[in-house]
């Protein structure tokens, strides 16, 4: 063994004790945050401290953005104006027959003896962060408690659904995509209303759709929207479309890949979708025990 | 006798650089990397504060230790929503292996330098993809290392720079 040189400087703890002591600290905290919520009061202090810096660091980005902008001409904006204004008048109009159709969807259903459908009310939000770890689908937005944010509200753009915000902080909160790994979302074939599940494949342009038969009705180009039933997702919002499917003989399920309706790339704002807190089971587990037969309850 | 030594006064290669720059150069490290890079469509970009942590370790060792790494990596946790702790793991170790190399790196000229902190960042990023592999995360491709070459590249000015710092100072 190599005679190490005599300690004339004291600095504490070895290097390695010191990086020990670090790491299995830090494995710790990672233990802690995966599998139970103890450290999220410490998760809320960091993200209070970085939210102004946040704001602050994306001031270049925006100017250099508006800059790109400013060569725009007069014309230009003049004829994106007259389109805007065209465009607002005809969703206008649309939203004129929508409205009969709440207004009718809410009588048939009392008609019926349904529950109400809940028609979410749409505030929106702006991106300020895109994590750039390519393993983890996350985003922050600039809406938190102080707006009456609530953790599992969903998150859409103008084409389908991003996700459900997973983590409220004071003044901005985290918003897990669908494409993450851990998120899951119960949808239905628009074509026949086939039920199934969409779960996040980690990579942004990717939904796998598993557990489905090798002969389930289902093909390249069908639209997937979701089916509502698990309370969080708002029935009928566009989550992906169909794009492979591979029926193997040797697999029991066939492997399914989706492209994701909507996109973090496309725009910098997204609407939060808040509504009525979704329905609380022990109210309605006697209804459904009644109807659905002996499983029902158990759910 | 020399134990006793107050750390302030023990006389460094060159005389040491202010605490205020350290940390000023680490808020604007912290600050990069919250910019929203993203939407200029930049392919990779480097992980600037733990390039800052990494250069301050090697150059002022007595001003920058784990525990500031540690801190640092929580901040990004939150900023990435990651696991609290991932990013804190990963820039531990990369101080960790620079600490190791520190006396050999030192004698090296800047993009030598720059080779060094390369493995540096590649071990950053190990542990990172460590984590993530034991949640069960894809593989992912070798182009996520990428960010480790860039950073590299980005060594030689940081040095440029903190010559530029001290020099000035030094004419005080």
């Known amino acids: 063994m190599e005679a190490t040189p005599p300690d004339f400087f004291k600095r504490g703890p070895s290097l390695f004790a010191r990086f020990l002591f670090f790491a299995i600290l830090a494995v710790v905290l990672i233990a802690a945050d995966a599998r139970y919520a103890v450290v999220s009061d410490l998760r809320g202090i960091i993200a209070a401290v970085l939210y102004p810096l946040e704001r602050a660091a994306e001031f270049p980005v925006n100017s250099i953005q508006s800059l790109t902008k400013f060569g725009l001409s007069y014309a230009d904006l003049q004829h994106e104006n007259v389109n805007l204004r065209v465009e607002a008048r005809k969703l206008k109009v649309e939203l004129l027959s929508y409205r009969a159709l709440v207004q009718e969807n809410a009588h048939l259903r009392q008609l019926l003896r349904a529950r109400e459908r809940y028609f979410p009310h749409v505030s929106t939000a702006d991106i300020i962060f895109v994590g750039k770890d390519p393993f983890s689908r996350k985003i922050l937005i600039d809406r938190g408690l102080g707006e009456g944010i609530h953790s599992g509200e969903v998150v859409v753009d103008d084409i389908g659904v991003l996700g459900q915000v997973t983590q409220v902080y004071p003044t901005s909160s985290e918003v897990s995509l669908i494409t993450d790994k851990d998120e899951a979302v119960p949808v239905q074939v628009l074509r026949n209303g086939l039920r199934a599940i969409v779960f996040g494949s980690g990579n942004e342009d990717e939904l796998n759709l598993p557990y489905m038969d090798a002969n389930a009705d289902i093909k390249v180009g069908d639209v997937l929207v979701t089916s509502g039933i698990d309370g969080v997702y708002p029935a009928g919002l566009p989550v992906g479309v169909v794009e492979k499917i591979d029926r193997s003989p040797e697999l029991p399920f066939a492997t399914i890949h989706c492209i994701p309706s909507a996109g973090t790339e496309r725009n910098r704002q997204v609407f939060i979708l808040t509504g009525p807190p979704p329905v609380n089971p022990p109210a309605d587990a006697p209804k459904a025990a009644g109807v659905g037969g002996p499983h029902a309850g158990n759910s | ?172």
Do not use: K
Request: positive net charge.
């Open chain 2, 1 to 172: 006798m020399l134990g006793i030594h107050n750390s302030d006064e023990r006389p460094e290669m060159a005389r040491p650089i202010p605490l205020y720059h350290v940390v000023i150069s680490l808020f604007v490290g912290l600050l990069l990397n919250l910019v929203p890079w993203w939407r200029l469509d930049l392919a990779v970009t480097p992980d600037f504060l733990a390039l800052t942590l990494l250069f301050w370790t090697i150059h002022q060792p007595r001003r920058i230790g784990m525990s500031v790494a540690f801190i640092a990596g929580l901040f990004m946790d939150v900023a990435h929503g990651a696991y609290l702790g991932q990013y804190a793991l990963a820039y531990v170790t990369a101080i960790f292996v620079a600490q190791l190399l520190r006396q050999r790196i030192l004698r090296f000229d800047s993009v030598r330098q720059a080779l060094h902190v390369i493995v540096f960042l590649f071990c950053m990023q190990l542990a990172l993809l460590m984590v993530h592999q034991t949640n069960g995360a894809r593989i992912v491709g070798l182009s996520y290392f990428y960010a480790s070459l860039v950073g590299a590249a980005l060594w030689p000015f940081m040095i440029y720079g903190y010559g530029w710092l001290a020099r000035r100072r030094t004419e005080y």
